[in-house]
Structure formats: C-alpha cells, structure tokens
T-cell receptor, first 112, second 114 residues
C-alpha cells in the first residue's frame, strides 16, 4: 500500500478566501485523485491530477474553483477558491497503486 | 454511469454477532469491487476487495461475496467487535482503469454494541 500524507488535517476559513491542500505520497504513483466528502455523504470525485498536464475535472467541478497542481509523481495540491459555507467538506487525496485505490486521512474544511 | 445502491444505511449489532452489508450495481462491465472502512475523522481504508472472476473472498473475520448474474455483492463481518464500528462504503470499478470509473455506494454506519 501507499502512505499518503495530507496537510492541513483541518482548517477554518473565512468566506471569500482560498485554501490549498497538499498531498504527499511515499512512492511514485501514476494516478492521483481528489475527492470531496460532504458531511454524512459518500465520496465524489473532483478531478484526476495529471503529472505534467492540466487536471481532468468531473462534471460539476471546474478549474477556476478547484485549481490543481501535480508537479511530480509524488505530490499534488488542491486549492478551493472563493470559499463559501457550501464548500465545508472533507477533501481527500487518493492514489491508484497497482489497481487498488488508497486514501489520505482527509482535510476537513469549515467555512464561516 | 454506474448506479450503486447500498443497504442498510445504518446497522446495529451486538458484539459477537455477524453483520452483512449489501450493494447492487447496474453496469455488467464492472469487474472490481472494493470495500472501504471509514472511522471517525479518518480517510477510507481499503479492507477487502474482489474481482469479477471470483465468487467469494475471505480475510479472517471479513468476507465478500459476489453474484455477477444478479449484480450484487455483500460484505460479511463475523464475530463483530466494538472496533468494527465505522462507516463502510462499497465501490464498483468499471474496467479498473482509474478512479474516474470508480463509483461509491452511499455508506453504511455500523455500530457494534458491547
């Protein structure tokens, strides 16, 4: 399995600001993904973070709101921009390691 | 896309009893079926998975069964313990080509009563 570290683990932000979440993996992985988990809900895929190219976004998610970086095979960031209370969620990084999907511990965001 | 239904949404069992969670899916091309356990404040943890060429897989107290004809699969936990209390998610993968083909169920909150 892969060890995935996410920072911050939690944060409280003001409306209109942005938060950048970092994801570090202990080994090189081809596929990295970002999920959102709203309170009491299941997981929704935001985008696939592609190394060296623009991320691939799922329906309902756009780059202006959720810019993603993937500078190398072990690191990615997700920014949640122009925050509103509706963005309060857990954001999870995950990696595909030989066909199995592993998750980080998540970053719990609360927007006031 | 795939439609994954998971039941029940909540489940309470006495310690030592068994727990069963069921999921159904719609796309017959689905070929990989992982189960995740999510404890409070933590990310989902892969606990067991099964591929379409296998009907059953067991790992100690946890087992998963798959019925491809009926398009359903189940998680079985025997001799439950309080530390089994968590939210469990089933998932379905079509062609196992990446998370964009991974669809999650809605989750089951399992409570094991000591």
């Amino acid at each position: 399995s892969a060890v995935i570290s996410q920072k911050p683990s939690r944060d409280i932000c003001q409306r209109g600001t942005s938060l950048t979440i970092q994801c570090q993996v202990d080994s090189q992985v081809t596929m990295m993904f970002w999920y959102r988990q709203q309170p009491g809900q299941s997981l929704t895929l935001i985008a696939t973070a592609n190394q060296g190219s623009e991320a691939t976004y799922e329906s309902g998610f756009v780059i202006d709101k959720f810019p993603i970086s993937r500078p190398n095979l072990t690191f990615s960031t997700l920014t949640v921009s122009n925050l509103s209370p509706e963005d309060s969620s857990i954001y999870l990084c995950s990696v595909d390691n030989t066909g199995e999907l592993f998750f980080g511990e998540g970053s719990r965001l609360t927007v006031l | 896309g795939e439609n994954v239904e998971q039941h029940p949404s909540t489940l309470s069992v006495q310690e030592g009893d068994s727990a069963v969670i069921k999921c159904t899916y719609s796309d017959s091309a689905s070929n990989y079926f992982p189960w995740y356990k999510q404890e409070l404040g933590k990310g989902p943890q892969l606990i067991i998975d099964i591929r379409s060429n296998v009907g059953e897989k067991k790992d100690q107290r946890i087992a998963v069964t798959l019925n491809k004809t009926a398009k359903h699969f189940s998680l079985h936990i025997t001799e439950t313990q309080p530390e089994d209390s968590a939210v469990y998610f089933c998932a379905v993968v079509i062609d196992q080509t990446g998370a964009n083909n991974l669809f999650f169920g809605t989750g089951t909150r399992l409570t094991v009563i000591p």
